[in-house]
């Protein structure tokens, strides 16, 4: 019997997904995940190596801009307020001082020559001699009330007060036993009025003297120290801004050459304009602080100076034309006054700023040799005439004409301080309000030059 042979089975049926059933993806390491754009708000991008490199330069330019600026402006105001120190306060106080000495030494002087005289007017100008030292005694109050008033040491000024007031009793004493005798000896005034006169005198030169010269001195050492503060500041302020300046003019012309070779320009005017002004700023305020700086120390040193010389030659000038009275109506004293004259007319040669002045101070030594020897002689009334009559020839007319002299001398270099303290002053004209206002115009150029490269990044 022949073997059956069994049917072959069905094929499966294919599986067909519902329209509802997603087919299966067999699961692929090398599927590709789709990308999608993301684009973020304005606000939020990243920045980019170029805009980041112009904000930077910006921010360098305006900071460098404002640091120049606010040296600038603490410049000038450190230097006109050193300035004003010393032209009107340190300089008024110094010649306070000094017209303080010469009005006391001038003072001895014409007190002494009106006891020379005496009540004999026949033979001496006692009238002139009275007028002066009224002069001289109201100068010696103002300068004092201008010393105080300009913040001179309280106990100085103190002392010279108290001090005066003793004075005044001595010479009131001495003129009032003076006045009592009558018919009294030519140039010898009473004994009594003679002790009351020299106690004047050492008061003076003990007390009074010295203290107006410890205020000048003092005046003279606050007035160079003024000014050599100034100077310093001033000094400094011109190598501060001139660092700032050139720093600021190096950053502008890199930046610039980077702005030509990233965006194709080869000069951004705003820029150009802002370097020309930066420079030009620095290099004149530079110059300017120290010029400033040369102009107070030629003023402190070629006319102040001088002109403190001169007025301390006229006070002991007064101290040489009084030990000259002295020397007649003290005989007793009279090789003591005689070498004193000797010694200040030694030290008026210091002073001798024209050949006017040296002509008149020789005048002034020949006639006090004439006075000698009219002493010597025991010609007295012919002495008191030189010392106190205002005649060509005479001692009182050459000491006169050589004080005359001094004072227009002095006169002039004090003129000369003012002058040139003005022009100093002249000078910061204007700083530093222009050269501000010209870097707040550079601001603005700054910006308007980067504002149109920063809003083509912004839109990208």
């Not at 993806?25 to 920045?47: E, K, N």
């Not at 010393?147 to 000024?157: H, I, Q």
Request: proline share 5%; charged share 20%; aromatic share 6%.
């Amino acid at each position: 019997m022949a073997a059956s042979t069994a049917p072959p089975a069905p094929p499966a049926p294919a599986y067909v997904p519902s329209p509802t059933q997603a087919a299966p993806v067999a699961p692929s390491s090398d599927r590709a995940v789709a990308r999608i754009p993301l684009r973020l708000p304005r606000g939020l991008r990243p920045m980019g190596a170029v805009p980041a490199r112009l904000y930077g330069f910006v921010a360098l330019v305006l900071t460098g801009i404002v640091v120049l600026a606010a040296g600038i402006a603490v410049g000038s105001g450190n230097a006109r307020s050193g300035l004003d120190e010393v032209a009107h306060t340190s300089a008024p106080r110094a010649r306070a001082a000094a017209d303080l000495y010469f009005a006391l030494a001038d003072l001895d002087a014409q007190v002494a020559n009106v006891l020379l005289v005496g009540s004999d007017e026949q033979i001496g100008n006692r009238q002139l001699a009275l007028r002066q030292m009224r002069q001289r005694r109201a100068s010696v109050t103002e300068n004092i009330q201008k010393l105080a008033a300009g913040g001179a040491s309280s106990r100085t000024v103190q002392t010279l007060i108290d001090g005066l007031g003793k004075y005044d009793a001595y010479v009131a004493q001495a003129r009032l036993e003076d006045d009592q005798v009558e018919n009294r000896a030519i140039a010898r005034p009473p004994v009594v009025a003679l002790n009351y006169f020299v106690n004047a005198t050492s008061l003076l030169h003990d007390e009074l003297l010295p203290a107006a010269d410890a205020l000048g001195r003092g005046a003279g050492e606050k007035l160079a120290s003024d000014a050599d503060a100034d100077r310093t500041h001033a000094r400094w302020a011109a190598l501060a801004i001139g660092l700032v300046g050139l720093v600021l003019v190096v950053i502008l012309v890199v930046g610039q050459v980077w702005w030509a070779r990233r965006f194709r320009r080869v000069v951004v005017p705003g820029l150009a304009a802002v370097t020309i002004a930066v420079a030009a700023l620095t290099g004149t305020a530079a110059v300017l602080f120290t010029d400033h700086a040369s102009r107070l120390r030629d003023a402190e040193t070629q006319a102040f100076d001088p002109f403190l010389t001169l007025a301390r030659a006229r006070a002991t000038a007064s101290e040489a034309n009084a030990d000259e009275s002295r020397f007649v109506i003290l005989p007793e004293r009279a090789r003591a006054y005689g070498q004193a004259f000797k010694d200040k007319s030694i030290e008026l040669d210091k002073a001798v700023p024209s050949r006017q002045v040296a002509t008149r101070l020789e005048a002034f030594r020949r006639d006090d040799q004439a006075l000698r020897a009219a002493v010597a002689g025991g010609r007295l009334d012919v002495a008191v005439g030189l010392a106190t009559n205002v005649g060509r020839g005479n001692l009182a007319f050459d000491f006169y004409d050589y004080q005359t002299a001094l004072a227009v001398a002095a006169e002039a270099e004090h003129t000369d301080f003012e002058n040139r303290t003005d022009d100093a002053a002249d000078a910061l004209t204007g700083w530093p309000w222009v050269p501000i206002g010209i870097l707040g115009v550079c601001v603005v150029l700054v910006l308007a030059s980067a504002r149109p490269r920063l809003r083509e990044y912004a839109k990208r």
